[in-house]
């Protein structure tokens, strides 16, 4: 890799202090972005994100995510030092944190609970506004209008708080091959496009944005994989009957991680919790929770403070494997294997509970 002097030059504008790699080794960062530790000769260390150069946009999605989760002043989240492309690669340079999978889960249900009481609505994102305008936190989780809020918020929206999570959210809908082709164009044909899209993901009926932008989406992709049949039958007939998970549940559009299993969360040597590799957007923290219990459960100390801080609807139970059926359905569009199977089984099992 030749972009190696690119980025220290990037990291030393960025801190005001000339960084001089001493090395690098890899670490684990998912399955898109490879992942390293880097070291300099000052002895700093960073944690660096590396892609190919039209995977950028997908990098800017993530910057775009923590910065919004810091923004609460909630829940602790990697510092963004600098992020950039070159010729050939993209780049997403973040403090080195030190973490371990033990520590403080009674603070890391308490805090992502008041993370979750972060809504659109005090966002200022809302009907008839493609973005709007953003509220500073009072370090309570709660925002406060500022004195130049103009426009007047009329109904909260589910879906992504500014454009850049837009692509990550599509990028996680689609084969690892295609986000390889997500490139965002610039000046006023990137905000036309963007626009677009944007009305197209965002509603104020949170069972049509789970039929359409969710088990819809991914139900379609499948059967463009070649995926029918069964999954198809089972998943027309789960769709038709959504409403009947939300008789007497309407969920208010909180801030979402958007993708917080046992692997996207840990802690520093004081026990203190981190949540990184976010998808956020505005849906029902149901969501968050339930993807907590999907690839492995957290510590139970976790639920407990939770609920103790934000109480989980009676209905949740029901309504965890229909939102964890997404991300299986998701999962068996990348990699196949026993995702399709266990996707097939969760819809019979949703299908059976309501008769």
């Given at each position: 890799m030749n972009d190696w002097p690119a980025i220290a030059a990037a990291i030393s504008s960025a801190t005001g202090k000339i960084f001089q790699f001493a090395g690098q080794r890899a670490t684990s960062g998912g399955y898109i972005n490879q992942a390293f530790c880097i070291a300099g000769q000052d002895g700093r260390q960073f944690f660096l994100k590396l892609n190919t150069a039209q995977q950028y946009p997908v990098l800017l999605?993530?910057?775009?995510?923590?910065?919004?989760?810091?923004?609460?002043?909630?829940?602790?989240?990697?510092?963004?030092?600098?992020?950039?492309?070159?010729?050939?690669?993209?780049?997403?340079?973040?403090?080195?944190?030190?973490?371990?999978?033990?520590?403080?889960?009674?603070?890391l249900g308490e805090q992502l609970a008041l993370m979750h009481r972060c809504t659109s609505r005090q966002f200022g994102f809302a009907q008839d506004n493609h973005i709007g305008a953003t509220r500073q936190p009072n370090g309570h989780g709660d925002y406060e209008n500022p004195e130049n809020e103009t426009r007047h918020v009329r109904h909260p929206r589910y879906a992504l708080p500014h454009l850049n999570p837009l692509v990550k959210q599509l990028a996680n809908r689609l084969s690892p091959q295609a986000c390889k082709s997500l490139v965002i164009p610039e000046g006023e044909e990137a905000n036309e496009r963007l626009r677009e899209f944007h009305v197209k993901v965002t509603t104020q009926d949170w069972i049509a944005f789970w039929r359409e932008q969710r088990l819809g989406f991914q139900l379609q992709l499948a059967k463009r994989n070649g995926l029918g049949g069964k999954l198809q039958t089972l998943g027309d007939k789960l769709t038709d009957v959504l409403p009947a998970f939300f008789t007497s549940y309407n969920p208010t559009p909180s801030l979402l991680h958007g993708d917080l299993w046992s692997g996207n969360h840990g802690y520093l040597p004081d026990g203190a919790p981190v949540i990184f590799d976010p998808a956020v957007y505005y849906g029902d923290r149901e969501c968050d929770l339930a993807m907590t219990e999907l690839f492995g459960e957290f510590a139970p100390g976790f639920y407990h403070s939770y609920n103790a801080h934000f109480p989980l609807d009676a209905g949740y139970s029901a309504r965890r494997d229909l939102y964890n059926l997404y991300h299986i359905l998701n999962h068996a569009n990348m990699f196949g294997g026993g995702y399709l199977p266990q996707a097939a089984q969760m819809m019979t099992k949703l299908l059976a509970r309501i008769g």
């Open positions: 999605s993530e910057v775009a995510g923590l910065n919004t989760i810091a923004a609460t002043r909630t829940l602790r989240v990697p510092h963004v030092i600098v992020h950039g492309a070159t010729d050939t690669h993209s780049y997403l340079v973040l403090e080195y944190l030190a973490l371990s999978a033990q520590g403080n889960a009674r603070l």
